[in-house]
């Protein structure tokens, strides 16, 4: 059995749409933020780091397999079904490229964003530059879109996964897909997948 312990929360979101993708039998086991649930004892154990989501693979060979950070939950499902991640060539390196720029660049430019929307009064300075950045990652994915329907190619993988996670909470952190059209189009597309939306819907039941 696999159990992600998990909130409603972008980087949350993308291991269950990855499950569902696949068609993984999982459990989801709530970490309430709000409460502070993800700095207990027995959460710090699982994650030192205390950030959700958290993947426990029961049935791993040789025992318990916990993993945290969603990237590397990612590639590990995708591994372990043989799914949404090619075993060789040209694009398996261009979703580990998207991966990490995923990493490196497009998350953390909407996690500071969002940190700085939660501000009470927020200085219009601070904000201006995180939004800029945000527009300068999305940027650098429209560009990826120009010649392939997703992120690392034609098609769909654990790299447009990872990006939807932040790119679903746009509107929370003030941004606008506006000026990206081909960002959009991928947006859309992978909104309506029936994957997602059902595991968009259990997530955010988690904070119900």
């Known amino acids: 059995m696999l159990e992600v312990l998990a909130f409603a929360t972008p980087n949350s979101v993308k291991v269950p749409i990855a499950l569902e993708e696949m068609g993984l039998d999982y459990r989801l086991v709530p970490v309430n933020l709000r409460r502070g649930e993800q700095k207990t004892d027995a959460f710090r154990a699982l994650n030192p780091g205390a950030k959700v989501p958290v993947l426990i693979d029961r049935s791993a060979p040789g025992g318990d397999t916990v993993i945290s950070e ?19 060539g040209a694009h398996r390196n261009k979703v580990f490229e998207q991966l990490f720029f995923h990493a490196s660049g497009l998350s953390p430019a909407f996690l500071q964003a969002f940190l700085v929307s939660m501000q009470p009064s927020p200085p219009a300075e601070a904000r201006s530059n995180a939004l800029s950045e945000v527009d300068r990652v999305l940027g650098l994915l429209n560009h990826s879109l120009e010649h392939h329907p997703y ?15 932040w790119v679903w909470r746009h509107q929370a952190v003030g941004a606008s897909l506006d000026k990206f059209p081909l960002v959009t189009r991928w947006y859309d597309d992978i909104s309506a997948r029936p994957a997602v939306v059902k595991a968009i819907g259990k997530t955010l039941a988690l904070a119900a």
């Open 70 to 88: 969603s990237a590397a939950i990612l590639v590990y499902l995708a591994e372990k079904s043989g799914q949404l991640l090619p075993k060789h």
């Open 151 to 165: 992120a690392a190619g034609d098609t769909y993988s654990i790299a447009d996964i990872a990006h939807f996670g």
